[in-house]
């Protein structure tokens, strides 16, 4: 008898496929959005930002795809159903994009000049937010 939280063989490894195209389209998200308005690939900052994202991620999609992959097949349609739900995703895309786009300026123009232990401390709580909100 299979349990709720399992799927099928074929389910899974089409899940797996799904998600690691998807991952893989990460590097060039970043490198178009940040590091390409940067026009430099000297960009610490956005690497160490990226990892803070993805390595934490990787390991929250072992552990669903052990413990619950039903729930990373829902998360993986990513289509919403409430209106109101649809149109802050519609909202928040380019404000997202913007952000990449931004900090990727702002490196290539020099706007701001953040210190490198402010940079740290930031990606430190962006890091530990992220485990409190795995926990």
Known sequence: MERKSEITTDNRRSLIIKLLTRF??????????????AGTF???QAYMYFSIL???MIFVLFYFL????KF???RA???EKVKEQKLIQLINLPVFIAAFIITGLDRRFGWSDVPV???II???VIFVGYIIILR
Request: proline share 11%; hydrophobic share 45%.
């Open 122 to 124: 930031t990606d430190i």
């Open 77 to 79: 349609k990513g289509t």
């Open 42 to 44: 000297n960009y610490w």
């Open 24 to 37: 893989s389209l990460v590097p060039l998200f970043i490198g178009l959005f940040t590091l390409l308005p």
């Open 117 to 119: 232990a402010e940079i």
């Open 66 to 69: 052990k413990r619950d992959p």
């Open 72 to 74: 990373l097949e829902r």
């Open 54 to 56: 993805v390595v934490p």
